[in-house]
T-cell receptor
Framework: DAKTTQPPSMDCAEGRAANLPCNHS???????VYWYRQIHSQGPQYIIH???NNETNEMASLIITEDRKSSTLILPHATLRDTAVYYC???????????FGKGTRLSVIA | DTAVSQTPKYLVTQMGNDKSIKCEQN?????MYWYKQDSKKFLKIMFS???????INETVPNRFSPKSPDKAHLNLHINSLELGDSAVYFC?????????????FGAGSRLTVL
């Protein structure tokens, strides 16, 4: 079972920042937060992951609260191609499978 | 170059038939996976192989038999197909199972059982 809670859907205007929240109140000390997304009719795509520090890469930023019970994925300048289902996943690094929840369906609107 | 490629992309077949889906990765990864995405869009892990050895085997009917001839390939064979097997099957690979274990997914194979 997924250990995260995400809003089922969100809208974002094109060119604006998209902030996708995720609650993981039962996260353990050795569990990382991963974000993947699935664009319609494609396979899931890795975005970013982190343990407790904020992380940034060419796709997005990940902000994790100090108590690690929630996080936010930030797409700084959303485009229409960012329309997708975004999955927040917590897991221990190593031989543990990715368990996908329902995710958040992000619609970027022109 | 496609990193994780699956064939066929679409497969339509009758109940009771046996079918296979093939997966190949050219990323040099040593761990491969099969996921199933049903009509409600839930993605569920089915199997995982590391260096050709089965390491994850979720509760899947034994009609499903994965085979990994080498690290770059993981095929999925399904016997006696049922209507409930209709789904999109995704193959994935990673450097793993240790470390960050970031998965790269294929484009999916849509199986329709009539």
């Amino acid at each position: 079972d997924a250990k995260t809670t995400q809003p089922p859907s969100m809208d974002c205007a094109e060119g604006r920042a998209a902030n996708l929240p995720c609650n993981h109140s039962t996260i353990s000390g050795n569990e990382y937060v991963y974000w993947y997304r699935q664009i319609h009719s494609q396979g899931p795509q890795y975005i970013i992951h982190g343990l407790k520090n904020n992380e940034t890469n060419e796709m997005a930023s990940l902000i994790i609260t100090e108590d690690r019970k929630s996080s936010t994925l930030i797409l700084p300048h959303a485009t229409l191609r960012d329309t997708a289902v975004y999955y927040c996943i917590v897991r221990v690094q190593g031989n543990t499978p990715l368990v996908f929840g329902k995710g958040t369906r992000l619609s970027v609107i022109a | 170059d496609t990193a994780v490629s699956q064939t066929p992309k679409y497969l339509v077949t009758q109940m009771g038939n046996d079918k296979s889906i093939k997966c190949e990765q050219n990323l040099g990864h040593d761990t491969m996976y099969w996921y199933k995405q049903d009509s409600k869009k839930f993605l569920k892990i089915m199997f995982s192989y590391n260096n050709k050895e089965l390491i994850i085997n979720e509760t899947v009917p034994n009609r499903f038999s994965p085979k990994s001839p080498d690290k770059a390939h993981l095929n999925l064979h399904i016997n006696s197909l049922e209507l409930g097997d209709s789904a999109v099957y995704f193959c994935a690979s990673s450097h793993g199972p240790g470390g960050a274990n970031v998965l790269t997914f294929g484009a999916g194979s849509r199986l329709t059982v009539l």
